[in-house]
């Protein structure tokens, strides 16, 4: 963030103020928690009015308060409150009226009133309100139009967000159309559930463009590149991440020394229920790490396969399953191909390269054992199959990550993605080397790891 330390200080005397309002159940809490990146906000549920008092969340850095976000409770009865607002007289503005209406509910004891007296308050109280709408409603339905209404007389810039516009029941089109008739300018795409950067993008500078204080402007316009920012540093040391498991996997030798025809038998079955202890604990700690990046936390994917469709999550498949492992060694055996052709034209890979590509790739199995008779040892190592299954996974992972939005209530049901590693890819060609005991640049493999998550940024990059 560009923010200069004595603007934080008038930030925190003075902090943004945004009110999130909507009708219930329209995805306020849910806007909130992808905001704020705070998926601990709130309350989600799909039962009716489940936020009942204006919760208030702050985020600061270094202790100081950059903005506070206000969650409202639903409207309820407005029809009947916005009659009397009607046909209010002597009444010199429109921020008047609310006033009154405010003064009016304020020794009111019933809970509806009280609730939308609330609101009020946090409106009356905020630089900028939020309003959202769920695009699967019907557009025509009178009361959105009673809200907007509403929220205008009160006097604070107001921008609305298009919420869920992703499911398949979304009626953007209707929407739109509806705003245009009604004159309404200042709305913007926004799914709680799912991250878009453009979408994300809009709505920080519409805010910035309706923020009245220079201050509130200039931190707007620094918070959205912060965001977008976080996203890319997550991304970027996930790919290392990523590469140090490739790496260490691929060196993981385990050694029973001492063995002979008698005994190798019983040792390659010792060597293989350690490697596979070994790897999976180093494929769960990336995980996790991954995770964490993203600020997300290992129990925040989906680990119970009865609950989805195939046992294909991250955490749900078996990483020495032989069905999963035939992936594995098909992108291995379309990367030997790849590797074929470099020596042909000139590249880098040797014989060995050659040779261990086109003799194992067709190997659907997680391990391969070396044996040394003279010295009486026995190793078990990665097979090729394994190590594009792990990239794949953990691939998949980061890119699932970078457009979840904070506000889906659901476990992170994270799906193998088979396409996830390209097989010509400059990544591919050095898990071949790696697995074939050649040097790789560490640096030169992050990069690669890098281009393998986000082909088309890479590209636009370069």
Same mark, same amino acid.
């Given at each position: ?9 008038? !930030?925190?005397? @003075? ?13 306020? %809490? ?47 009865? +407005? ?10 007289? @002597?009444?010199?503005?429109? &921020? ?15 809970? @509806?009133?009280? *609730?939308?007296?609330?609101? !009020? ?31 205008? *007389? ?11 516009? @992703? ?34 993008? %809009? ?10 204080? %220079?201050?509130?402007?200039?931190? +707007? ?40 025809? =008698? ?25 996790? $790490? ?11 994917? &989906?680990?119970? %396969? ?9 955490? /749900? ?32 890979? /040797? ?18 054992? =070396?044996?040394?008779? /003279? ?13 594009? !299954?792990?990239? /794949? ?27 996830? +590693? ?24 992050? $990069? ?15």
């Amino acid at each position: 963030m560009t923010f200069r330390f004595n603007q934080l200080k008038e !930030l925190k005397k @003075n902090p943004l103020r945004i009110c999130v309002v909507g009708h219930t159940n329209h995805g306020k %809490t849910s806007t909130i928690r992808t905001l704020v990146e705070d998926a601990s906000f709130g309350v989600v549920d799909n039962a009716p009015g489940v936020t009942r008092n204006v919760e208030e969340t702050r985020v600061a850095i270094s202790g100081k308060s950059l903005f506070h976000v206000l969650d409202t409770p639903g409207f309820e009865l +407005l029809d009947e409150r916005l009659y009397e607002l009607r046909e209010a007289k @002597n009444s010199r503005s429109k &921020e008047r009226e609310i006033d009154g209406l405010i003064k009016k509910l304020t020794g009111n004891r019933g809970e @509806n009133d009280r *609730r939308l007296l609330r609101t !009020l308050e946090a409106v009356k109280s905020s630089n900028l309100v939020i309003q959202v709408l769920d695009v699967r409603e019907e557009a025509t339905d009178p009361q959105y139009h009673d809200e907007i209404e509403f929220l205008q *007389r009160c006097g604070i810039p107001l921008i609305i967000t298009l919420n869920f516009v @992703n499911h398949k029941q979304a009626k953007v089109d209707a929407w739109q159309d509806y705003f245009q008739q009604i004159g309404i300018h200042t709305y913007t795409k926004f799914d709680a559930h799912t991250r878009r950067w453009k979408d994300e993008h %809009t709505l920080f500078k519409k805010m910035e463009s309706l923020a009245a204080e %220079t201050l509130h402007q200039d931190f +707007l316009s620094s918070w959205v590149d912060y965001r977008k920012d976080f996203v890319a540093e997550a991304t970027k040391y996930s790919a290392t991440d990523i590469a140090s498991l490739i790496r260490d996997v691929a060196k993981h030798r385990p050694t029973a020394y001492g063995v002979d025809r =008698k005994t190798r038998s019983a040792k390659r079955a010792e060597l293989k229920e350690q490697f596979e202890i070994d790897v999976i604990e180093m494929k769960d700690e990336c995980i996790k $790490t991954i995770l964490k990046r993203f600020h997300f936390e290992f129990n925040d994917i &989906e680990n119970d %396969t009865d609950q989805v469709d195939d046992a294909d999550t991250i955490t /749900g498949m078996s990483l020495f399953d032989s069905s999963w492992l035939k992936w594995g060694a098909a992108a291995a055996g379309a990367a030997a191909g790849l590797a074929v052709d470099m020596m042909l034209v000139g590249g880098t890979f /040797g014989i060995p390269t050659l040779i261990g590509g086109v003799a194992g790739y067709c190997l659907a199995t997680g391990y391969e054992y =070396k044996s040394d008779k /003279g010295s009486c040892k026995e190793s078990i190592n990665a097979s090729k199959a394994l190590l594009f !299954l792990l990239a /794949g996974m953990t691939i998949s992972l980061v890119r699932a990550l970078k457009t979840r939005g904070r506000a889906d209530p659901h476990r992170v049901d994270v799906r193998f993605d088979k396409k996830a +590693l390209d097989p010509k890819s400059e990544f591919a060609s050095n898990i071949v080397a790696l697995h074939e005991g050649m040097h790789v640049d560490f640096d030169d493999l992050v $990069t690669s790891v890098r281009r393998a998550i986000d082909p088309q940024q890479e590209a636009s990059e370069n």
